[in-house]
């Protein structure tokens, strides 16, 4: 009964602006349409079909950020079945929408991180740093996924530019890229950036403007993101939580993982080759290249997340800790192997 009930609200509440959606593209590519409605398609697409969305949901457990989506969906339904000579308009607010919507959602997360650092802040929870933070206020106010790339954003920014302060390493905290080769492997490829940007400023001064500006702005943001992640290696240290009985794996703003002290199986200080088709993965997104001196076995199959929170899974992990030994004595006290 009740499953059956949950159908019918799921069928009207998706049903209705999934109809609303379907009528508009049939009266656009129906020989009845007249090109000076455009404006109201538009303004159906943008503002009407969200909104009824949005009181469909309202007493749901759907959550209200999901109208964002249904807005930006619209927008890019409009651009694609309007003809090109009606939208002006479309290219109109992607101009000025885009931006607006882009500098109140980083005010908006901005505020809010403000409020969760400082409730961080107040209590004993050393586990949550600025990234973790961002990560929070993003997924809450973003569809899952793009608050990910969201916080990933913000955090380049914050990393790269500013949080110059030195990282002191607090009890239960350790280092992993002292005597690791990740270091040396981000500035070679930092370097590459480097030479990439000259040899776009050569392109420009040879006439080439337009396509060397695009890539000179892709150079300078790339070597943001390279920067980023390097200074975030001191910042964001492994920490042995004691307190809530897990263990928090990072690896800069690129990799992170939390793991309950109860899902870990065994912890071995080994730096053996691990062959192609092993169940051992790379905990650094950089793999090999990184180096590995710690391998962690769980009881069964862990989820971490990679760069732009994309979700990857093993059954063991293998990482750099430079105290490697200290790391898993400290561990070791903690579990039951």
């Known amino acids: 009964m009740f499953t059956k009930l949950n159908i019918q609200n799921n069928l009207i509440v998706f049903g209705i602006p999934l109809l609303m959606i379907l009528s508009l593209v049939a009266v656009v590519k129906s020989s009845f349409f007249i090109p000076r409605i455009s404006p109201f398609v538009i303004v159906d697409f943008?503002?009407?079909i969200p909104l009824?969305?949005?009181?469909?949901i309202r007493k749901k457990e759907i959550s209200n950020k999901t109208t964002i989506t249904v807005a930006f969906l619209g927008l890019a339904i409009a651009s694609v079945?309007?003809?090109?000579?009606?939208?002006?308009i479309i290219g109109r607010i992607r101009i000025v929408l885009l931006p607006l919507v882009e500098i109140f959602l980083i005010g908006f997360v901005i505020i809010k991180a403000g409020k969760v650092i400082r409730k961080v802040k107040s209590t004993t929870n050393n586990s949550l740093d600025f990234f973790d933070s961002m990560q929070l206020v993003c997924?809450?106010?973003l569809p899952y996924g793009l608050g990910s790339v969201f916080a990933a954003e913000i955090s380049v920014v914050y990393y790269s530019l500013f949080n110059w302060r030195k990282k002191q390493l607090k009890e239960n905290e350790y280092s992993y890229h002292k005597n690791s080769t990740a270091v040396s492997v981000i500035?070679?490829?930092?370097?590459?950036?480097?030479?990439?940007?000259?040899?776009?400023?050569?392109?420009m001064e040879q006439g080439n403007v337009?396509?060397?500006?695009?890539?000179?702005?892709l150079s300078v943001y790339t070597a943001l993101q390279v920067i980023a992640v390097l200074r975030s290696l001191a910042k964001r240290p492994i920490y042995i939580d004691i307190e809530k009985e897990q263990l928090v794996l990072r690896f800069g703003i690129i990799a992170n993982a939390v793991i309950p002290f109860n899902e870990i199986k065994e912890i071995e200080v080994s730096t053996k080759d691990i062959p192609e088709k092993s169940s051992i993965k790379y905990f650094s997104p950089l793999g090999s290249s990184g180096g590995h001196n710690v391998v962690i076995h769980f009881k069964e199959k862990i989820k971490f997340n990679s760069f732009y929170g994309i979700s990857k899974s093993a059954v063991s992990l293998a990482l750099f800790v430079d105290k490697q030994n200290d790391f898993k004595q400290k561990i070791?006290?903690?579990i039951t192997f």
């Not at 079945?81 to 002006?88: A, F, G, H, T, V």
């Not at 500035?187 to 392109?203: I, K, P, S």
């Open 46 to 48: 943008l503002i009407t």
């Open 52 to 56: 009824v969305y949005f009181f469909l």
């Open 81 to 88: 079945i309007l003809p090109k000579e009606n939208q002006e």
């Open 139 to 141: 997924n809450d106010i």
């Open 187 to 203: 500035l070679g490829f930092l370097l590459v950036v480097v030479v990439e940007m000259f040899v776009t400023h050569a392109m």
């Open 210 to 217: 337009k396509g060397s500006f695009v890539l000179g702005v």
């Open 332 to 334: 070791g006290q903690h």
